[in-house]
């Protein structure tokens, strides 16, 4: 992959945030919290203040003056393997938010951040009416899945407004990637940067294949709730974009989840209101 021109292109422009090193190791710890050594966990975010920072910050949100935290240990131990996750998959998301480094002229990033955060939402509401994965993981997941198009955003911009362009003529938006970018699509480069940052193989797949659930070899389950959320919000994210094209959505994953029409009407229904609250309180993940 490092050899497509695209991903070259990208590696050239020297734009793409830095990561901790050990940030691939602290998420395979916490993706499983009954395993998880707590003491090297701790070891790994102390020698990461940047890490350290965004922990403290949300205890700082949340918490009352009557704490007294004031270290990643104790931070750890106060908000448990499952929350400290989600705070670590905080941190990814907060280097590529739309209003940080986007560099577009024509791509809406910030529409275009509602259609994550409407995945995210979808997400948490499959994952707890089918009770198949973690609703909670699914949500933070739904933030990241399109790091490809952010990525795009910050090295790439003119190559996102073409295929913008592009896909606002009527052409479908993953035919219109292929098309700008040499045959690859979003969810390629957002594969190619979870394995760069040595993200678990769980959100890899989820980022890689979220268009293509049958490509999935571990974590099919997980894919295809992500594939049925992307695709409720993209429908959304249509809506904004005034256009009538549609996104449809599997409706043999749909049946492998247990779902049927009404609940996928019932999510779709909800996403603009949840979409609205939620985008109001989003800036919880500011590291600053």
């Not at 295929?163 to 699509?185: F, R, S």
């Not at 256009?243 to 779902?259: D, H, Q, R, V």
Request: a negative charge; aromatic letters at 6%; proline letters at 3%.
């Amino acid at each position: 992959m490092n050899n497509h021109k695209t991903i070259r292109l990208i590696m050239e422009t020297n734009l793409l945030p830095q990561v901790p090193d050990s940030l691939g190791n602290i998420l395979n710890m916490l993706l499983e919290p009954c395993d998880y050594d707590m003491n090297s966990c701790i070891n790994m975010f102390e020698s990461n203040s940047d890490l350290e920072t965004v922990l403290m910050n949300a205890l700082n949100y949340t918490l009352t003056k009557a704490h007294n935290i004031e270290n990643a240990k104790d931070a750890i131990i106060f908000l448990g393997a499952m929350n400290t996750r989600t705070v670590t998959i905080a941190f990814i998301t907060r280097l590529l938010l739309p209003d940080s480094k986007g560099r577009t002229k024509v791509f809406d990033s910030q529409t275009y951040w509602k259609h994550s955060i409407g995945t995210s939402i979808a997400c948490h509401m499959i994952a707890e009416k089918t009770g198949l994965s973690d609703k909670n993981k699914l949500f933070t997941y739904g933030l990241i899945h399109d790091i490809g198009i952010t990525v795009l955003d910050i090295c790439l911009p003119d190559h996102l407004d073409k295929l913008h362009e592009l896909h606002d003529k009527g052409i479908h938006q993953i035919a219109a990637e292929k098309i700008v970018l040499g045959g690859i699509t979003h969810a390629d480069i957002g594969l190619w940067l979870c394995q760069e940052w040595g993200l678990p193989n769980e959100i890899s797949e989820v980022v890689g294949y979220h268009h293509a659930p049958a490509l999935a070899v571990d974590n099919k389950t997980e894919v295809e709730i992500m594939h049925l959320a992307d695709s409720i919000s993209a429908n959304y994210y249509e809506r904004l974009l005034g256009n009538e094209s549609t996104f449809i959505y599997s409706a043999k994953i749909a049946a492998s989840l247990g779902l049927d029409n009404d609940f996928i009407n019932e999510v779709a229904k909800k996403l603009p209101s949840e979409i609205y609250k939620l985008s109001k309180t989003i800036n919880f993940l500011t590291t600053a």
